[in-house]
């Protein structure tokens, strides 16, 4: 039945042979999320940093100077 609406919306998807989708934390990520505060505060304190450290900085992905702003 979901897959009626993913096909009139245009957005279903079917795999052409077996696909690995991995789940859950790779590459070491979950040795940072050792407690519960952690694992609600730092995705923001990381997104926070992103935003500080370059993307409205001057040059960055979203500086007003650059006529080309949109990813």
């Keep these: ?3 009626f609406w993913d096909w009139m919306a245009g957005t ?5 042979g077996r696909e690995e989708f991995p ?3 790779q590459n ?3 040795e940072e999320y050792h ?3 952690r694992l609600y505060f730092l995705p923001v304190r990381k ?6 450290t ?10 007003q100077n650059d006529d ?3 990813p």
């Design 23 to 25: 789940m859950g934390l």
């Design 35 to 37: 407690s519960v505060a």
């Design 68 to 70: 080309n702003h949109l």
């Design 28 to 30: 070491g990520e979950h």
């Design 47 to 52: 997104a926070y940093n992103v935003l500080r």
């Design 12 to 16: 279903l998807y079917v795999p052409r």
């Design 1 to 3: 039945m979901f897959a």
């Design 54 to 63: 370059g993307v409205f900085s001057p040059g960055g992905r979203f500086s």
